[in-house]
T-cell receptor, first 115, second 115 residues
Framework: AQSVSQHNHHVILSEAASLELGCNYS??????LFWYVQYPGQHLQLLLK??????LVKGIKGFEAEFIKSKFSFNLRKPSVQWSDTAEYFC?????????????FGAGTQVVVTP | TAGITQAPTSQILAAGRSMTLRCTQD?????MYWYRQDLGLGLRLIHY???????GKGEVPDGYSVSRANTDDFPLTLASAVPSQTSVYFC??????????????FGEGSRLTVL
């Protein structure tokens, strides 16, 4: 079974600062990788996803993530955050062989952006 | 576009009582899922269904049951609620086409408090 580890539980930063959230997974096979965001009081929304091809993927709202297979990592980045990026961010993984599409989520990282 | 509709939005329930959380999707997705979200633990899969008539157990199935009589509905039942089932419950769906892509679409969540 796969597992997902997010390195930071809470991150506080100022507007215009750069953001990087770490995500590592453990699974020996081929995986699909996702980052979801949950804004306060809302449901989860997909930020970006990686299935195959270019390991640097771009998502909505200026976010990007890089898949480094050798490190089993899929870190999320944004060069300059805004107050509206305050949210909880979840990394998720599923095995490409899993036809049920079940996702394994990390514990989440709460990001607070101060004005 | 409605997407996924969950009901109720919020509920307070006495321990020992039964409760059914409703979930309906209008996207004709094959797969549906129930997750619970708890602080510091992220989202954990309770039950899932690949297609109408089939269900499977996730990571934390004990105390919960599901049914999938048709494509659109996937209710989650707590037969005899306990305080540890206090959580926010999210229903999700996935097209599973192509298989294994695993992108999930989430409902707004149901906040359940068991006293």
């Amino acid at each position: 079974a796969q597992s997902v580890s997010q390195h930071n539980h809470h991150v506080i930063l100022s507007e215009a600062a750069s953001l990087e959230l770490g995500c590592n997974y453990s699974y020996g096979g081929t995986v699909n990788l996702f980052w979801y965001v949950q804004y306060p009081g809302q449901h989860l929304q997909l930020l970006l996803k990686y299935f195959s091809g270019d390991p640097l993927v771009k998502g909505i709202k200026g976010f990007e993530a890089e898949f480094i297979k050798s490190k089993f990592s899929f870190n999320l980045r944004k060069p300059s955050v805004q107050w509206s990026d305050t949210a909880e961010y979840f990394c998720a993984v599923n095995a490409t062989t899993d036809s049920w599409g079940k996702l394994q989520f990390g514990a989440g990282t709460q990001v607070v952006v101060t004005p | 576009t409605a997407g996924i509709t969950q009901a109720p939005t919020s509920q307070i329930l006495a321990a020992g009582r039964s409760m059914t959380l409703r979930c309906t999707q209008d996207m004709r997705h094959n797969a549906m899922y129930w997750y619970r979200q708890d602080l510091g633990l992220g989202l954990r899969l309770i039950h899932y269904s690949n297609t109408a008539g089939t269900t499977g157990k996730g990571e934390v199935p004990d105390g919960y049951s599901v049914s999938r009589a048709n494509t659109d509905d996937f209710p989650l039942t707590l037969a005899s609620a306990v305080p540890s089932q206090t959580s926010v419950y999210f229903c999700a769906s996935s097209a599973l086409d192509p298989p294994g892509t695993g992108e999930l679409f989430f409902g707004e969540g149901s906040r359940l408090t068991v006293l």
